[in-house]
């Protein structure tokens, strides 16, 4: 379940099963994967399959002639008008040519209900909501179970492997596997963070602020510095809640002994409220915080408006800056009072990543064998610059390449007529990918020489964020529940959700009182089914800790 449920998501996931019901009754779902199973493993050796199906070695092209697939990229505002480098290098590797269409996120559901379906699915940004993934799955065996291809897939097995997570995010209840994970393990791989602007910080007069009290005390500098504009434009939680006390996740956590947790009713989330409430009430947090969109974030953020926080800060580059170099830090975990240890939540590296094929195509065991690529951890054709990495980065020797022969450091390579007006990040995802897949983790101990936005984040996340990451963060947004349990959260947690996130902007901006209206909002989220729902979410972590 993901940590922000809207209501709408609640209606939608409603009427999304009664398309399913009516669908099934029709007769539509049938079980076409192990059709298509053996009609892939028997095809003729045109498409490039060796005559055993045991002993199967990568080989390349994968198809001896050129073979169309449809590709549909979920997501908003996604532009296809430019070819991405990466999957141009993937078909000139594989023969294998895809004819990418789009699809909005709210559009999604009517085109999973209907008949015309790709041949695969890849996510833009957020990651499918895993009730499609029980539907078009578990339930309706849409989606192809990759358990079926694995013998097609050595790169993903050593995967399997080296990071027995990565299994974990992707298996479902039945044992099946519908979406191929996404390891993601370099130096920025941290939830909790909070960006700063040392230009500003300065000017103002400020030191680096170690406690929740410093802080403070900055932001009301920072506020007179600027004139009155308000220095932090939005809510930190992930990185400011684990201050106030032991607990790292705000949501749901293992209490130390295997039990799960709710923090959203504890002391810990009480005096949260009760500091952010403070900042709000004294103008340092901007009053518009809950609605600012990305833009304005960015112009606060280019103007030294904004000094502390995420969003917006994190794209700034040296133009943002009077001496022309990009200078951005991470602020080190924050300690208080209530809790004296600097730490803050960790970041699981193994996440569910994207690539549902349909169970009807006609190249089922061809897309598995492309989509391993993507979890090489070598080059798999001399030249290419294919493995991992370039599913994140691009291709080593062009966009990227070793600083230095211990591999502690990279160069970015930028086109020459970007140089000074694009990031590299934004050239990623514009130029190269669509989004991040397979197995990312030949960074884990590089950081960039190249100079410029990244380079100064990354530095900033070695020496302030990931010495205090937890290492073992709770696997909440990744757990699998069963029918009956997901039926608990839809009935239960998505109430509770929306009211925990309306009561929370009520206490920040002072329209609830967090001392005179705690104990009321407690027995109200109580009442709402939480013993159901930590129900649920017990079962599902005790079978994660078996598996």
Not at 3 to 29: D, N, Y
Not at 182 to 205: F, N, P, Q, S
Not at 310 to 330: I, M, R
């Amino acid at each position: 379940m993901n940590k922000e449920i809207k209501e709408e998501l609640f209606m939608l996931r409603k009427a999304l099963a009664v398309s399913l019901a009516v669908i099934v009754s029709a007769g539509i779902l049938c079980s076409c994967a192990d059709n298509s199973s053996s009609q892939n493993a028997s095809s003729s050796t045109k498409t490039g399959e060796t005559s055993s199906l045991t002993n199967y070695a990568p080989h390349y092209p994968i198809v001896s002639e050129k073979t169309t697939v449809k590709g549909v990229l979920i997501g908003d505002n996604v532009n296809i008008s430019q070819p991405r480098l990466v999957w141009k290098k993937l078909e000139q590797l594989t023969n294998i040519h895809v004819e990418w269409e789009t699809v909005s996120k709210d559009s999604l559901a009517v085109l999973l209900a209907s008949n015309n379906w790709p041949d695969f699915f890849h996510r833009v940004s957020d990651s499918i909501d895993n009730t499609y993934i029980n539907d078009y799955g578990v339930v309706g065996n849409r989606f192809v179970n990759y358990q079926k291809y694995l013998q097609y897939m050595p790169n993903l097995q050593k995967a399997f492997k080296d990071y027995p997570d990565a299994r974990k995010v992707v298996t479902e209840t039945n044992g099946g596997i519908y979406q191929l994970p996404y390891i993601g393990k370099d130096c920025t791989a941290v939830t909790a963070r909070m960006y700063y602007r040392e230009d500003t910080l300065k000017a103002a007069g400020c030191e680096v602020p170690t406690t929740v009290d410093e802080f403070h005390n900055v932001l009301v500098k920072l506020k007179n510095h600027n004139n009155g504009a308000a220095p932090l434009a939005e809510d930190r939680e992930q990185f400011l809640w684990a201050s106030f006390g032991k607990g790292k996740d705000p949501d749901f956590e293992d209490d130390g002994t295997g039990k799960v947790v709710y923090n959203r009713i504890s002391n810990q989330y009480k005096l949260y409220l009760k500091y952010m409430n403070q900042l709000y009430s004294e103008g340092l947090l901007h009053k518009e915080y809950l609605t600012l969109d990305s833009a304005t974030k960015l112009s606060l953020a280019k103007q030294g408006l904004t000094v502390f926080g995420n969003d917006g800060l994190c794209g700034l580059s040296e133009d943002a800056f009077k001496s022309g170099k990009v200078e951005l830090n991470q602020l080190a975990p924050l300690t208080s009072k209530y809790d004296s240890t600097q730490t803050v939540m960790g970041w699981r590296c193994c996440q569910p990543g994207s690539l549902m094929i349909n169970s009807k195509s006609k190249y089922i065991k061809e897309l598995c064998q492309m989509f391993d690529v993507m979890f090489a951890t070598k080059e798999v054709a001399k030249g290419t610059g294919l493995d991992g990495t370039a599913f994140v980065y691009g291709p080593e020797g062009t966009t990227w390449k070793w600083a230095n022969t211990g591999h502690t450091e990279y160069e970015f390579i930028l086109p020459k007529e970007l140089e000074g007006k694009k990031a590299f990040g934004t050239y990623v995802y514009d130029s190269l990918i669509y989004w991040d897949l397979g197995r990312f983790d030949e960074f884990e101990n590089a950081t960039t020489a190249t100079e410029g936005n990244n380079k100064a984040r990354q530095q900033g996340f070695v020496k302030n964020l990931v010495p205090y990451s937890e290492k073992n963060p709770f696997p909440g947004d990744y757990l699998k529940f069963t029918k009956d349990e997901q039926e608990v959260l839809d009935d239960n947690y998505t109430t509770i959700a929306n009211y925990i996130k309306e009561m929370k902007g009520k206490f920040i901006t002072g329209i609830a009182n967090v001392d005179t209206n705690w104990n009321d909002y407690v027995s109200k989220v109580n009442s709402m089914g939480l013993k159901k729902v930590l129900e649920a979410y017990q079962s599902a972590y005790n079978r994660w800790n078996k598996a």
